[in-house]
């Protein structure tokens, strides 16, 4: 049986934040993670297993912006004010993906690079309730 090779378009990714379509996102683009497992599990000393369910909704989802990108403003303007904003990162590409934060913080503003070239504009925001579906 043939293998079928799948594409991959980074233009299949949109970023929203309160409504606002990121543009201009810098290479590593957007990475999407929960703080914590969403399972442990224990050990008794005669061997029995215990699952535990962590109900921790935290995550952080990570954007890269290049320094030249209209939205570096407003999420510098976000990260100052503390302002809770939704957050969603859609993938409409196979399979299609979606992680959505209703509340999430900006953990501070972008750190700034000069040099022979202008550096990236990285944003972490502190997504209280992260849905990965």
């Known amino acids: 049986m043939a293998r079928v090779a799948k594409t991959y378009d980074a233009n299949d990714v949109n970023v929203i934040v309160k409504s606002v379509y990121l543009t201009g996102l810098g290479e590593d683009m957007v ?17 029995d297993v215990v699952v535990n369910k962590v109900n921790n909704p935290l995550g952080t989802i990570a954007v890269t912006l290049q320094a030249t990108s209209p939205q570096v403003p407003y999420l510098d303007g ?3 004010s503390g302002e809770k904003v939704s957050v969603t990162v859609a993938y409409n590409g196979d399979p299609k993906e979606i992680s ?3 509340e999430a913080i900006i953990k501070k503003p972008a750190d700034r690079e000069y040099g022979s070239e202008v550096g990236d504009r990285s944003y972490e925001f502190q997504c209280l309730d992260l849905d990965m579906v």
């Open 31 to 47: 990475t999407v993670s929960k703080d914590e497992d969403g399972f442990t599990t224990t050990v008794g000393a005669q061997g």
């Open 78 to 80: 976000l990260a100052r």
């Open 100 to 102: 959505t934060a209703t």
